[in-house]
């Protein structure tokens, strides 16, 4: 994934850059050199897909931005089973991946095999390696707005193949897909899980 800080709003990228990455100015690109709520309610507001705050100090920049959020932390997982086969869910009429909140002193490890095991219905979990933290922003429906950060982890199941989705958390089913044919999930999913899988899918024919 992009090694400067990213932040999602479903599709929409926000991006904390360094100096001498400062994009070319474009059509789809806001770009700003401080951080103010006013910048980025103009940016949700309006038709650009991105918007780029550049700095020497990029990681000041996401630290002020993350400051005007309430923050809460989750853990989830991208399964595969003994075939290769990846585990997809589909709530809220978008491809996702099994996650949920972290509760209070919990191991992200700990959380994500939990929230995989209750959203599922899949067990015999083994983690492999962690994946990429992502970050996305939503307004609830008190109007107050949250900075999510998830940690994700590659997990392996040694049980094939039934799934039990959690539908008390709006997910209507889960499937096994194929790393290659996600060409579905891809054009029906959030910014930081089509970056996640696309990540996933790279280092995959790596290794």
Known sequence: MDPTYAVFFDQRKISFLSEPLRPAACRGVLIRESVHWEDFTVFIRSDKTSLAYVSKDPGRLF???????????????????????WLLIFRKNRWDLPKGMMEKNEPARH?????VTEECGVDKLEILHPLPQTYHVYEAQNGTWTLKKTHWYFMQTRICCRTEPQTSEGITHAEWKHPDHLADVMQNTYGNIKELLTFARQFKKQT
């Open 111 to 115: 959380a994500a095999i939990r929230e």
């Open 63 to 85: 630290r002020q931005f993350a400051a005007m959020f309430e923050y809460v932390e989750a853990a989830g997982g991208l399964v595969s089973d003994p075939a290769g086969h």
